[in-house]
């Protein structure tokens, strides 16, 4: 079992930027970061793996946002710039075996933290 908690939300203005960490309990072979929007299905943003030397981005956010993990502290990150109005949403961490998109291929979830981007 691997708790997963987000922390790094808030509101920000468009073109700004905000850091996501997510603090894992235990180790996670591949994490990823997926968001939902009201009304919308959950989607994926960004996945990495243990190493850190494969990284995977929805094309959305290709060339704004980062991924990249410490495993010392077992933490993931996600670095987002240039933040636009359609990238708010409540951002949720994930942790399981494979980098993938699809988010029933992750075992493990946090809370969420909500990413509110004003125009």
């Known amino acids: 079992q691997v708790q997963l908690v987000e922390f790094g939300g808030g509101l920000v203005q468009a073109g700004g930027s905000l850091r996501l960490s997510c603090a894992a309990s235990?180790?996670?072979?591949?994490m990823g970061w997926f968001r939902q929007a009201p009304g919308k299905v959950r989607e994926f943003v960004a996945a990495?793996?243990?190493?850190?030397?494969?990284?995977y981005y929805a094309d959305s956010v290709k060339g704004r946002f980062t991924i990249s993990r410490e495993n010392a502290k077992n933490t993931v990150y996600l670095q987002m710039n240039s933040l636009k109005p359609e990238d708010t949403a409540v951002y949720y961490c994930?942790?399981?075996?494979?980098?993938?998109?699809?988010?029933?291929?992750?075992?493990?979830w946090g809370q969420g933290t909500q990413v509110t981007v004003s125009s």
């Open positions: 994930a942790a399981g075996k494979y980098m993938r998109s699809d988010a029933k291929l992750y075992d493990y």
């Open positions: 235990g180790r996670s072979n591949a």
């Open positions: 990495i793996n243990w190493s850190g030397d494969s990284t």
